[in-house]
C-alpha cells in the first residue's frame, strides 16, 4: 500500500510541469536560474534538487507515504494507481525514495525536450517541450471527460 502513496507523490512531482505550465511556467523554464533563455542539465538537476526539499513534507530525507497529502493519497488509491515512478526511482527497492536516487534518477523530461542531445535546452526547444505539454494536457482533459 505505501508504494501506491509513494507513486502519487511522484505522479505529483512529474505532473508538476503540467500544472506549472498552466499557470505561465513550466519546470524546465523556472530551471533556468541564470535566466539566459537556456536550461542546461546542471540548471535542471539542481533545481530538481529543490524540488525534492518541497515534496519531502516532513523533512526526514525520504519521499514516502508520510509526504502525500491524505486526500491525493486516496484519490490515487480510488483510481488504483500503479507503482511505474516508484520503479523509477527507488533503486534499491526499499519502498522510499532517498534525495539521492531522486536527484540522479532517470531525467525523462529533460532528455525529451533535449531533441539534438547537447545537454542544453535552448529556446526552440524549451518552446517545443512547452507545446507538448500543453498538447499532453488537452488530451489529458479530453480522456477525462470521455
Do not use: C, H
Request: no cysteine.
Amino acid at each position: 500500500m505505501s508504494r501506491t502513496f509513494i507513486s502519487a507523490a511522484l505522479l505529483l512531482l512529474l505532473s508538476a510541469p503540467l500544472m506549472a505550465q498552466s499557470r505561465g511556467e513550466g519546470a524546465l523554464e523556472k530551471a533556468d536560474t541564470n535566466k539566459d533563455g537556456s536550461v542546461t542539465r546542471e540548471e535542471y538537476i539542481a533545481a530538481r534538487a529543490e524540488r525534492f526539499t518541497k515534496l519531502d513534507r516532513n523533512s526526514d530525507g525520504v519521499i514516502d507515504s508520510s509526504d502525500v497529502p491524505e486526500q491525493l493519497a486516496a484519490r490515487r488509491q480510488k483510481k488504483g494507481g500503479g507503482d511505474f515512478l516508484l520503479e523509477q526511482f527507488d533503486t534499491d527497492g526499499d519502498g522510499k525514495v532517498t534525495r539521492e536516487e531522486f536527484v540522479n534518477g532517470p531525467t525523462l523530461l529533460f532528455d525529451r525536450a533535449d531533441t539534438d542531445k547537447s545537454n542544453v535546452l535552448d529556446p526552440q526547444e524549451l518552446a517545443a517541450a512547452k507545446e507538448a505539454a500543453k498538447a499532453a494536457r488537452e488530451n489529458w482533459r479530453n480522456r477525462k471527460t470521455q
